[in-house]
């Protein structure tokens, strides 16, 4: 398909804006410019998030822990979400309302990870947090009310990583036993270069020079790490299910495609979305593009129903 126009219209208004393509940001530009995006991200979803924070290998973790206001009762699936921004940037604040979005629309509590960034904590300090996060939450389960049975794990872009990774981790030290993963746009191999990568480096949203900088801050040493790219993993075998969504305009394409594959080979259920038209980021893009809207609908009853 084309490039949905709408899509098409904000990535002019963005190339307007920032005439200078190509250009390396210092870590506050880059930041800022995240929130800026995230600033478009905005929900109707009645979900209220609670702050908390939880001891950490490093410190203590915050955590926004989200419950649908639809539901009041106990035992819900819960979503333990990491947000993306290139392990350089975001915050429990910039996706908040794709994490309302999420719990009101797949029925869940979302538990949203304000791991450690980059380059102040580089490689591997996200992980840990993120691992840590995720085994509080499951000893927590009862205190939490949510279902030990139906823990999930997501995360978009770079957060898509550490999604990726604690799942992969979890199985290596047999648990905690998690029971889904949700894939939004991910970073899978950090060393790779593929044709998605070539043909969207520069123009749609997430560019090449974005790409390299954020690895130089985060794991300055060896790219080809699984904890750094999961899709180096040797052994992707008796992972939860997953589902994948990619977009057809994301220089993150093809190794979304590739990782689905893979898993697919190895025995694990997972399905596979590419959206047509649409480009990185188009789950926080919702208020703009009315086709992620819908895509973002059809991923909540995806996984509504992954975890019924």
């Not at 979503?79 to 915050?91: E, K, M, P, Q, W």
């Not at 040797?234 to 994301?250: K, R, V, W, Y």
């Amino acid at each position: 398909m084309s490039l949905d126009p709408h899509a098409k219209r904000l990535l002019d208004m963005m190339a307007v804006a920032s005439p200078k393509a190509g250009s390396r940001a210092t870590v506050e530009q880059r930041r800022e410019s995240f929130r800026k995006l995230m600033a478009l991200s905005r929900s109707e979803a009645a979900a209220m998030g609670l702050n908390q924070t939880i001891p950490g290998p490093a410190g203590f973790i915050p955590l926004r822990i989200y419950t649908p206001a639809t539901s009041s009762r106990g035992g819900l699936p819960a979503l333990i979400f990491f947000h993306g921004g290139g392990l350089v940037a975001g915050s429990l604040d910039t996706h908040d309302a794709l994490c309302r979005t999420l719990a009101e629309g797949i029925g869940a509590k979302v538990i949203s990870v304000g791991y450690r960034l980059a380059p102040e904590h580089p490689f591997p300090a996200a992980i840990e947090d993120s691992v840590a996060a995720t085994q509080w939450v499951f000893d927590n389960a009862d205190t939490l009310e949510i279902d030990p049975d139906r823990i999930a794990v997501g995360g978009d872009s770079a957060g898509g990583t550490l999604a990726a990774v604690v799942t992969q981790l979890a199985k290596e030290a047999g648990g905690p036993r998690i029971a889904f993963q949700l894939l939004l746009c991910p970073v899978l191999d950090f060393g790779t270069e593929t044709p998605s990568r070539r043909e969207f480096a520069e123009g749609y949203l997430l560019d090449r020079t974005t790409m390299e900088t954020d690895l130089a801050h985060y794991a300055p040493g060896d790219p080809m790490d699984p904890r750094v790219s999961p899709l180096r993993a040797l052994d992707l075998g008796s992972l939860p299910p997953a589902a994948i969504h990619t977009a057809e305009f994301d220089p993150l394409r093809d190794e979304g495609e590739a990782y689905a594959r893979r898993l697919a080979d190895a025995g694990v259920e997972v399905s596979h979305t590419c959206h047509a038209g649409l480009i990185h980021h188009f789950y926080g893009l919702t208020t703009v593009i009315p086709s992620a809207a819908m895509a973002m609908d059809m991923i909540c009853r995806e996984v509504r129903a992954s975890l019924a």
